[in-house]
């Protein structure tokens, strides 16, 4: 059984950093590609970060130069070092692994909806808050 476990999520000022977890189990990096992904109340679900079996990471335009991705293959766990921290970063955010063909309705975040290709596992989500 696959399961994903965020960490590391509070509330900080802006201009500040946190640092997000998420414990792997049942599935590595080299099985597939894991992302972070993040979602407000009102808004859609919104990826943030993946990484790759290879290595190849991608960031999203809000992320970029400000969030890093990383993989600790002893632990299993991937991280998100986020920094300069701004309150439209304020959202619960999810980790997700296993990108494949899916094909119909699947998570996405809190919610589901239809996409030919998905993350298959999630976690339940940590809450970060940024205050101005």
């Known amino acids: 059984e696959v399961q994903l476990v965020e960490s590391g999520g509070g509330s900080v000022q802006a201009g500040g950093s946190l640092t997000l977890s998420c414990t792997v189990s049942?599935?590595?990096?080299?099985?597939?590609?894991m992302a972070w992904y993040r979602q407000a109340p009102g808004t859609e679900c919104e990826l943030v970060s993946s990484?790759?079996?290879?290595?190849?990471?991608n960031y999203s335009a809000s992320a970029d130069g400000r969030f890093t991705i990383s993989h600790d293959n002893a632990m299993n766990t991937v991280y998100l070092q986020m920094t300069n921290l701004t309150p439209e970063d304020t959202a619960l955010y999810y980790c997700?692994?296993?990108?494949?063909?899916?094909?119909?309705?699947?998570?996405?975040?809190?919610?589901?909806?239809?996409?030919?290709?998905?993350?298959?596992?999630w976690g339940r989500g940590t809450q970060v808050t940024v205050s101005s």
């Open positions: 997700a692994a296993d990108y494949r063909y899916i094909n119909r309705e699947s998570r996405a975040c809190g919610s589901s909806r239809y996409r030919k290709y998905a993350y298959y596992y």
């Open positions: 049942g599935f590595t990096l080299d099985d597939g590609h």
């Open positions: 990484i790759g079996p290879g290595g190849l990471i």
